[in-house]
């Protein structure tokens, strides 16, 4: 009887460690959150205020691959300098781990609650540098349909999902790379995991301006902290259970 008891313990133990083990892989880099509050253009330095906000989150597409879904806010767009009541997000700007010949089959997905425009979306060719930084792809709000309302203003989100359509590998946070950082960023900024394209309606017809320069583009940091996997202390839980369960038996 104490063989049967404790075969069924180790066996108990080994279930509970594959099944913990395989939760916490499955929650693992589950979702990344990002403050845009770094200023790129045309003076780099930190903000005081969160300007935007990203949450990108893996999820399966409708094409069953693994996909990132985006929820991208206008927190606080107006507050920069010459902005006013009348601001708005143009652009996102992203950097993927895939070669300029892959940007194509990332397809973005809308949803009935988003304003992104996901005809916008523009592989960029490692084209795209600002301040130093060059990104891969760009998402864009058109701006002649903004007196329409067809743009991202102040408490307004977009929520589009990046699908694979050809990909050589998973489309997941993971792929999600930190921009490329040339010579010519500034010493003392950190690193840029995504920015934003500002701008405001004063001048629709000639292109809008800000500070005299057509864009203000805000970055998003790498974050200071990694979230623990959501899984993981559910994990450590179930191996604690099962250990008393096993003294317990022996007892």
């Given at each position: 009887?104490?063989?049967?008891?404790?075969?069924?313990?180790?066996?108990?133990?080994?279930?509970g460690f594959c099944?913990?083990?395989?939760?916490?892989?499955?929650?693992?880099?589950?979702?990344?959150?990002?403050?845009?509050?770094?200023?790129?253009?045309?003076?780099?330095?930190?903000?005081?205020?969160?300007?935007?906000?990203?949450?990108?989150?893996?999820?399966?597409?409708?094409?069953?691959?693994?996909?990132?879904?985006?929820?991208?806010?206008?927190?606080?767009?107006?507050?920069?300098?010459?902005?006013?009541?009348?601001?708005?997000?143009?652009?996102?700007?992203?950097?993927?781990d895939y070669d300029?010949?892959?940007?194509?089959?990332?397809?973005?997905?809308?949803?009935?609650?988003?304003?992104?425009?996901?005809?916008?979306?523009?592989?960029?060719?490692?084209?795209?540098?600002?301040?130093?930084?060059?990104?891969?792809?760009?998402?864009?709000?058109?701006?002649?349909?903004?007196?329409?309302?067809?743009?991202?203003?102040?408490?307004?989100?977009?929520?589009?999902?990046?699908?694979?359509?050809?990909?050589?590998?998973?489309?997941?946070?993971?792929?999600?790379?930190?921009?490329?950082?040339?010579?010519?960023?500034?010493?003392?900024?950190?690193?840029?995991?995504?920015?934003?394209?500002?701008?405001?309606?004063?001048?629709?017809?000639?292109?809008?301006?800000?500070?005299?320069?057509?864009?203000?583009?805000?970055?998003?940091?790498?974050?200071?902290?990694?979230?623990?996997?959501?899984?993981?202390?559910?994990?450590?839980?179930?191996?604690?259970?099962?250990?008393?369960?096993?003294?317990?038996?022996?007892?």
């Amino acid at each position: 009887m104490k063989h049967n008891v404790s075969s069924i313990s180790r066996t108990l133990y080994s279930l509970g460690f594959c099944l913990g083990l395989a939760m916490a892989q499955s929650a693992s880099a589950a979702s990344l959150d990002l403050d845009f509050n770094y200023r790129l253009t045309p003076a780099s330095g930190e903000l005081n205020a969160t300007i935007a906000t990203a949450h990108f989150e893996d999820v399966i597409g409708s094409n069953n691959l693994p996909a990132i879904d985006l929820v991208l806010t206008n927190v606080a767009s107006n507050i920069l300098p010459g902005q006013g009541s009348i601001s708005y997000l143009s652009g996102l700007l992203l950097a993927f781990d895939y070669d300029d010949a892959d940007l194509p089959a990332i397809v973005v997905q809308q949803f009935t609650d988003d304003t992104a425009h996901s005809d916008r979306w523009e592989p960029q060719e490692d084209v795209a540098t600002v301040d130093g930084y060059t990104f891969t792809s760009e998402l864009g709000f058109p701006r002649f349909e903004v007196e329409a309302g067809a743009r991202l203003g102040v408490g307004e989100s977009a929520h589009v999902r990046f699908l694979n359509f050809g990909l050589p590998n998973d489309l997941t946070i993971a792929s999600l790379i930190t921009a490329i950082r040339g010579p010519s960023a500034t010493a003392s900024a950190n690193d840029i995991v995504a920015a934003i394209k500002v701008r405001s309606i004063a001048n629709l017809t000639g292109g809008e301006l800000i500070e005299s320069v057509p864009t203000l583009v805000i970055g998003a940091q790498v974050p200071a902290e990694v979230p623990v996997p959501a899984a993981l202390p559910l994990f450590l839980s179930a191996l604690a259970g099962l250990g008393v369960m096993q003294r317990r038996r022996k007892a």
